[in-house]
């Protein structure tokens, strides 16, 4: 597992002097450590904002406004296209929508320079080298697997990122945890950077709001199947929430601690478990409105063929008493 990106969190007010200025200019004059283009991606993609609101670049900005970044500082690499297979679920002008694999990384970093998702993507369709992120708006981790929705335009780029900035992005997923859940419920709790662990995020005072809503799907005696919906999207939310709760998703690397081998388990379960090397989490649905049409619209990638296996084995070899 990689390092995490750094977070950058800077604020700035506007001064009289720049009232009625371009805000990309004025964020130029604040923020004058970063290129013109750099801060025009953040202004794009949402990472630096007005007042906590995205706009655009060309938006004027007024006196006593507050430019906020909140932004992470990836290493600098090149996002060439590549002739990768995707599984594309749909396509028009504006958007991309993907059913990811696990397994495979969202866009290039440090120790993943090619061989992303972006890579394929951009390989497929060049025109998304010249969007913030490659048209990415939201990520899956490696080893989540599920279905993603990518900007293919500058004007789809911008209304998903003020969709995903104002929860109005409708994201369920499919997971199996640890232990057996009473009901469903929500989880209110902050994110941030583990204090000690830089490759982990953790529930923490200092962290960033994430709520996380989930609902029982099947319980077996050992483990639940459970559907949760984002309301927040933090890094490794779902993965940190269900185990700051006592039931960490099986086979989380990160976070699944040690392997609970249930008494009794026949050697088909324990197989089972022991081979499910991944965390058990699929992105089943999204829904959000079209850039340009705003109807809603919605995609479902079916369960990839190692979580169907793993929910098999729990429905015959994990069965309640």
Request: hydrophobic fraction near 40%.
């Amino acid at each position: 597992m990689g390092e995490l990106p750094e977070t950058l969190a800077f604020d700035a007010d506007i001064p009289a002097e720049m009232h009625g200025v371009r805000l990309d200019q004025a964020a130029v004059q604040l923020f004058s450590d970063y290129s013109r283009s750099k801060l025009q991606e953040w202004i794009l993609d949402g990472s630096l904002t007005v007042d906590g609101e995205t706009r655009r670049p060309k938006d004027k900005v007024s006196v006593g406004q507050q430019l906020t970044i909140r932004a992470q500082r990836l290493p600098e690499v090149s996002w060439s296209g590549e002739d990768r297979p995707l599984d594309i679920l749909f396509e028009d002008e504006h958007i991309f929508v993907v059913n990811k694999p696990a397994g495979l990384v969202v866009h290039p970093a440090a120790g993943h320079a090619a061989g992303t998702l972006v890579n394929a993507l951009i390989g497929y369709a060049p025109e998304l080298e010249a969007l913030p992120r490659g048209g990415i708006v939201h990520r899956l981790d490696k080893d989540t697997s599920g279905v993603m929705c990518v900007a293919r335009s500058p004007m789809a780029h911008r209304s998903l990122v003020a969709q995903l900035s104002a929860r109005t992005v409708k994201r369920e997923y499919v997971a199996v945890c640890q232990g057996v859940l009473s009901g469903g419920g929500t989880i209110d709790q902050p994110i941030g950077r583990h204090p000690s662990a830089r490759t982990k995020m953790a529930v923490t005072a200092s962290g960033k709001p994430a709520i996380t809503h989930y609902r029982v799907q099947e319980r077996f005696a050992h483990h639940t199947a459970v559907q949760v919906n984002l309301e927040t999207g933090r890094t490794h939310q779902i993965r940190v929430h269900m185990a700051w709760c006592k039931h960490p998703l099986v086979g989380d690397p990160a976070y699944g601690g040690r392997l609970r081998v249930p008494k009794g388990a026949s050697d088909t379960l324990l197989t089972a478990l022991r081979g499910f090397s991944r965390q058990a989490l699929h992105a089943q649905s999204l829904r959000f409105l079209h850039p340009a049409t705003n109807e809603e619209i919605g995609f479902r990638a079916a369960l990839p063929m190692d979580l169907a296996e793993l929910l098999a084995v729990l429905k015959r070899e994990d069965r309640p008493e």
